[in-house]
């Protein structure tokens, strides 16, 4: 496990390599700032009305194959910048800088407009649905522009095989016997979230389209204008159900009650099923990055609980 030392030396090496990126780019970045660190560092390059995001926690993948991470930067950038284009309410990519990662010093690091943020604002999880089902709507129109450049449910072909592989090597994190249940859960839905084609064979009828990847409800940013959609970095194919695993029977009734006046399809019980088993074996597989980031062990613990007390998945 690294140390907090550890750590902070890895912060403060991100925020080095987004001050002098920033420069590189012609930004004064004076005063630089952090505003989050977990997985990822986030600098405001202060005065500049610009913010970095410099990931520093990663999933196996992008640290064996770093071209890998900056495909998917692209992704999240275009996506955004799509949405930005357009009106929608996201967080845009910097307009002061290209929209392109940018690596320095080891770090592969994409630059954002800062926005102010309303720092004790309560969430409306109900409104957030509902945002949640008008963003799905603006993203089906970006099929026809880009869904050929995303991968089609990419955080779970990878990231869960990887992870779960990983903590093989990793005893102290996960009991012998709650990775084996895990291995075969995924060995048992993996093939119809690694294929299209067995997709559509196992959900005839249920469509797919670009979605946020990571619980857009909760990825979003209070500000004096309202919320802003932000944090694309797992910007894939997949279905809408996939960005509502875990929501609850309440808010999918909000949900399902917005997209029908959006006209949208309603979920489908199947395939939330589905990615709600592929999300709580994304949690456990995050476990391996918790060598990284150690607060990962009792964030997760209780996660993995629920999970236990869950019956075992088999091929849907």
């Not at 952090?34 to 500049?48: I, K, M, N, Q, W």
């Not at 926690?57 to 991470?69: K, M």
């Not at 006209?263 to 939330?272: A, C, I, K, S, Y």
């Not at 592929?278 to 997760?300: D, N, Q, S, T, Y």
């Amino acid at each position: 496990m690294m140390t907090p030392d550890e750590i902070a030396v890895r912060t403060s090496r991100a925020v080095a390599a987004a001050t002098a990126a920033g420069r590189d780019l012609g930004l004064v970045a004076a005063e630089p700032r952090v505003l989050y660190d977990v997985f990822s560092v986030v600098v405001h390059l202060a005065p500049e009305p610009v913010v970095v995001r410099v990931p520093t926690v990663l999933p196996p993948s992008y640290a064996r194959a770093p071209e890998a991470q900056t495909s998917q930067q692209r992704s999240e950038l275009a996506v955004a910048g799509w949405l930005a284009d357009r009106g929608h309410p996201v967080v845009p990519p910097s307009p002061l800088v290209p929209r392109e990662p940018v690596r320095r010093d080891g770090f592969s690091m994409t630059f954002w407009q800062f926005v102010e943020q309303l720092p004790d604002a309560e969430p409306d999880m109900t409104r957030r649905i509902r945002q949640t089902a008008r963003l799905h709507a603006a993203l089906r129109d970006y099929d026809s522009e880009g869904l050929e450049r995303l991968g089609f449910w990419a955080p779970f072909g990878s990231y869960v095989p990887e992870g779960l592989s990983a903590l093989e090597r990793l005893p102290r994190l996960i009991d012998a016997a709650d990775l084996r249940r895990a291995q075969r859960e995924w060995d048992a839905i993996a093939p119809v979230l690694t294929s299209r084609v067995a997709f559509a064979e196992a959900f005839p009828g249920v469509d797919l389209q670009t979605i946020h990847g990571d619980a857009p409800y909760h990825n979003m940013i209070s500000t004096p204008a309202g919320d802003l959609w932000s944090d694309f970095e797992l910007v894939t194919t997949g279905a809408v159900e996939s960005d509502l695993a875990m929501v609850g029977p309440e808010a999918l009734a909000v949900y399902d009650e917005a997209a029908v006046a959006l006209g949208l399809r309603t979920v489908d019980e199947r395939v939330l099923r589905l990615t709600e088993a592929a999300g709580r074996l994304a949690m456990i597989a995050a476990l391996a990055m918790a060598p990284e980031l150690p607060m990962l062990v009792e964030a997760i613990a209780p996660m993995v609980d629920r999970w236990r007390a869950t019956e075992p998945v088999t091929a849907p």
